[in-house]
């Protein structure tokens, strides 16, 4: 099943910054290798992969987690919820390398003559905010308004699925002003700075007072569970796909505005997929900057200071 | 659009208590009639009820709310989130009297012959509880467990709808053992005393370690929301139904376990009708006590004092 | 609940001619009004009307059905399934009129200033498209296609709504050369003449052989339910929206294929709600020409020859 | 990924009787071992199995397909829509033999003990029949109906299912006195001999003449599919799952009755999964007689005979 993967891009994720500073809950082993993000080409293969049509030089990218499809969630497609997987780059090695070994369960291979390189962060900011899409899109009819809180990496692809996928309108929070105009040039209808509580008023005046029908918080911190449960709607959903705060809402206000608080992760081998494909189809484009990996430390402090638009990827080839 | 019921009797709820305390947010205005959960005989109709094939004498049962209609909520069925509804017994004058005016849309007639009265708790507490089992059942498949917190009149219905409409093994948690039994009584797989950890590692125990699929709250005070959380499996759902505390919960836990914590409230008007279905059928049984109105404080005591199996209903004719 | 409505303008559908043709089952005793897609300005309200903030002259389109609003489908919100429903311009006078007399029931009303009369097919080649594509819906992700057979007044509503509120790659099939390049404007990715096999080998071309997700037939006569359940792929579904002809495939077939065949029929009244909202927000654009109630014979000869582009409207005014 | 089973039993299905008739299609080659349905102990693993703790004398239950695990279908869960798989004993060779190679990705583990012989049925007859009950269950909610076509092997779990999981009345339809007092045993509410008009007058006596909300056709031939699809209320579900005759129904009825017509194909992997946990709880009961291997030829004619009460199993060590 084993695959040898020449790495052509990484992405760099405010995760590797956590798991720099100690904040990674187990942490890992040292000597550990960063990078969960990664796309390049086919180096080498095993006797399935290659039964299965792989071969060198096919440009590829990588689901983030490598799982064991024996599982009961693996044979639901539950990919992220496989019971003996590893995750290069957070549990085990990853792609801040020249070099991956992964599993054939793990490749995607992508159109002959695509530049993988800066699609990397497809591998997991895309899925992951995909995954967290796709579950609110059902309640996302004509009239309704979804809300994206956090303009980086996760939430710039948000903006874009959300309009692809729904006919929602769609509102985009962020801290920084850059960041703001960065959220309409992506396609929300309207975009609000983070201000004193959170775009609460905004959001608000926007719906007409009811609230909107989805938030997907890609911050989750730093008082956004507080004011993103407030900007529900009554039977709406808070999806939670950031992390470092918490969640609370009193149970009379849970049963009484009949609320969903959902937490969202990663997403499943076929989502990967199916992006690719919108990237393929053009209705998805990806804002990030190839760095040769020496640049590592400069990328991920741009990153930590909220410079960066998009995604930044690491070449280490260069 | 009128009905006027003659009542049969009416549920005694835990919230009746509330009001009686002034807790309610906003209170009502006294003087001012308890009783939401009614049941009795058509009295008088007006000209659509009557062409509606509703006459005196009819034995009926009545859906908590006076819904609109017309609003979208009302245009899809979902009665409870009505823009325009009046709740009798909580905010306008209920069912603790001889005749309740309602409108046709709140009416649901029983098969002739039917006593409504020892069925009235179906109207608030049955109806509260099928909602909130219909919501979780699509996850409930063979080999999955359902864990129930507070085994009152809610509860007790929540135990025998699990079991009539999803093969989950069920298990009960109550604070007396008289409950325990009781749950057993209703055919609980399991059923536990609260404790000190409120049951949850006796439901991680059963569940070999992996929690449950989903845990109906009814409680959702004293601690329970923390422990209820704990329960919970990998993508499982936690449902608050009871009112009082707080949920709370670290974002970093709602994603990695991938939760889902939802708030459910009542029911439509379809789904009362459906339960009364399965009351008729034999597969749902309510246990419950008339007493005359008279002894109003007496049971309204007991049920504060956690002394009644099952609904305590008044009949306001005794 | 009474309406008299100001009709400004009544769709012509191919059933019209139908009815006129004496093909209806069961036929409308005559004297009696066609007009079943109607739009215009509320003319006088009742007092239900009145109170739920209705006035004279308010824009307004009127949903296809009179619906009860008690039986089960209503308090589920499926209108089109009233079991004490009427359906002007069916089976009770409709909108080639004047005025009409309507229910609150059936009263969509429009931002201010909208006018209504270019609008009126939304009200049943409309809603009949939409519901057909979101049954289908949850079906097309990115990488899947589907097949609308016949671009007349619904169909061109089916290609704007499946590139509005899917990913799917859609391709159009039409008999006339002026009507697949109204599909490729409507936004078509690909449109084919119905040539010999209804389109059924480009179809297979244009998906490798596999066959199309979803297939809508708003012809389903002459030989399109053949080809068009040829046309799915294992697992997908093929929708009959048109009238005529009949469906058949051998069990075997239908098994091993796990194909869905299913019916569908006009629309909830909240989907022409959201409808109005997507024409509103400029998703979709309706392609209609207003003519004069005078020229009736010459419009419904039009349709009937297959010289419309879109619908036809009449304006009984003029 | 291989692993070898010591075959404890094979179940005869009708399909077997096809195949020696030359009714399949293709017909496989010969010399050719029959037996899709297949159950016994592990005898020898692979690395693969070995690691995921599969050791000599576990007992087994064989999902039908031998899927690939790489494929769209596959990633998702569906294994019947496997675009690389085999069946053994519909394609290559089955499991009326003392051994079986098969893969790792078809083997379920049963409880420690379990005799797996008499449960051989499960392995296609129960999974083909609990994958249709689940693709209908959604719909059947307290007060409606569901018809069972058919009651051999297949058709016998269907009854238990529908009782199992979901709260319906369920009416069973079979050709002899001896299988409808069968179905009657099983749970059914009703059951009735399929008679001149295939059992459409009891169906819609008992449904009040609005039909069935969901019929399950496990005959599929001689006429059940004109008198099936006629049983079916409006927005109902005729669900094919066996095979030989043709499903016809004029387009203006299924738009008018917003009929769903869908095939039915085995199952999932989980599903079998499940379906044995369903098994051990003691909810479904197989009724299954065990025959040795010589006795193949009177087996096989009793089957198409109709003389078997739920299914017969060969035991090839007799």
Redesign the interface.
């Given at each position: 099943m084993e695959v040898i993967v020449r790495v052509g891009g990484a992405g760099v994720c405010g995760t590797d910054n956590n798991i720099q500073r100690g904040l990674a809950n187990p942490s890992p082993k040292l000597p550990y290798t960063l990078g969960h993000e990664n796309a390049g080409w086919i180096e080498e293969v095993g006797a399935?992969a290659a039964s299965?049509g792989m071969k060198k030089g096919d440009p590829v990218i990588l689901h983030p987690l490598i799982s064991c499809?024996?599982c009961?969630a693996c044979?639901?497609?539950?990919d992220?919820?496989c019971v003996d997987s590893r995750f290069p780059g957070l549990n085990t090695d990853g792609g801040y390398a020249q070099f991956l070994k992964t599993s054939?369960?793990s490749v995607i291979r992508l159109a002959a003559g695509t530049d993988p390189v800066p699609l990397a962060p497809y591998a997991d900011a895309g899925i992951t905010s995909y995954h967290a899409v796709k579950r609110v899109a059902?309640q996302l009819?004509?009239?309704t308004t979804a809300v994206v809180i956090g303009i980086g990496g996760l939430g710039h692809f948000a903006i874009q699925l959300l309009k692809?996928?729904?006919?929602a309108s769609v509102i985009g929070i962020a801290r920084s002003n850059a960041k703001v105009e960065f959220a309409k040039q992506l396609g929300a209808d309207a975009a609000f700075p983070a201000g004193k509580d959170g775009g609460l008023k905004e959001v608000l005046d926007f719906t007409n007072g009811l609230g909107a029908d989805a938030v997907l918080?890609f911050v989750?911190?730093q008082g956004t569970?507080d004011t993103g449960v407030k900007m529900i709607k009554?039977?709406g959903t808070y999806c939670?796909?950031?992390?470092?705060?918490?969640?609370?809402?009193?149970?009379?206000?849970?049963?009484?505005?009949?609320?969903?608080?959902?937490?969202?992760?990663v997403g499943?081998?076929?989502e990967l997929?199916?992006?690719m494909?919108?990237n393929r189809?053009g209705?998805i484009k990806i804002t990030s900057k190839v760095y040769p990996m020496s640049d590592v430390v400069q990328v991920m402090k741009d990153l930590k200071d909220g410079r960066v638009l998009g995604r930044s990827v690491l070449d280490p080839w260069k």
């Open positions: 399935v299965a499809g024996l009961k044979r639901a497609g539950n992220m919820h054939v369960r059902p009819y004509p009239g692809a996928l729904t006919p918080d989750a911190d569970p009554k039977g939670v796909i950031g992390e470092g705060g918490t969640v609370s809402d009193p149970t009379i206000d849970m049963i009484v505005r009949e609320l969903n608080i959902i937490g969202s992760l499943t081998y076929n997929s199916e992006l494909e919108l189809m209705k």
